[in-house]
Structures are given as C-alpha cells and as structure tokens.
C-alpha cells in the first residue's frame, strides 16, 4: 500500500503549484484524505482535509481562500490546488489517509506519503 505525492516544486511568491497524491496498491475510495506540511524547525500541520465523496472539505485558517483540495476516487487520487503562494508556505507537503475523517484532521492517519517539497520564494 502506497501514497505518492508528486507536484511539488520551486516557485515565486503568488504563483500556483498543484499536488497529487495517487494510491497504489489498495483503493482508498471509502477514505478520507487529507494533506499536511511541515517546515524546517516545525512541527508538521494539518493543512485541508476531505471526506471520502468530497462532500465536505476542511482547511486550515492559515490556507482558507487560497488552497483547494479535491479528489477523483476514479484516479484513486486526492489534489491540492495551491494558490497565491507565501514563502510561509514552504515546507514539505504530505498526504494522509484514514477510514475516518478526524483521525486524518488529527494527524493520525493510518496512511501517508512521502512529501513532495515546495519552496516558494519571495
């Protein structure tokens, strides 16, 4: 059972990055997802949240407005559009996955991948 994240990257502040997260090796379509980050010297922090049918989603105040997460059970694979980029936004992001949705807000989930960097510079 697999989570990779991938769409990272470098880039100037106010631009756009969008990150995936795609499952192997099991579906994670009755889960809920979830992406965090953590940066050097800090502890990792949850950043958005969605139910398993992307009925409900959940942020962040500190991303509310500017980041968008989404999934596509189809693709088995959860997004998170990231818009009007700070350089406080860097970090390295992971996504999450767990059958309930506050043990991934918790930070708790049973599965996550291994991050995909974003540095965002000013």
């Known amino acids: 059972v697999q989570l990779q994240a991938s769409g990272g990257g470098l880039v100037q502040a106010g631009g756009s990055l969008r990150l995936s997260c795609a499952a192997s090796?099991?579906?994670?379509?009755?889960?809920?997802k979830g992406w965090f980050r953590q940066a050097p010297g800090k502890e990792r922090e949850f950043v958005a949240a969605i139910t398993w049918n992307g009925a409900s989603t959940y942020y962040a105040d500190s991303v509310k407005g500017r980041f968008t997460i989404s999934r596509d059970n189809a693709q088995n694979t959860v997004y998170l559009q990231m818009n009007s980029l700070k350089p406080e936004d860097t970090a390295v992001y992971y996504c999450?996955?767990?059958?309930?949705?506050?043990?991934?807000?918790?930070?708790?989930?049973?599965?996550w991948g291994q991050g995909t960097q974003v540095t965002v510079s000013s």
């Open positions: 090796g099991r579906t994670f379509s009755s889960y809920a």
């Open positions: 999450a996955a767990h059958d309930r949705l506050r043990t991934v807000v918790s930070g708790n989930a049973d599965y």
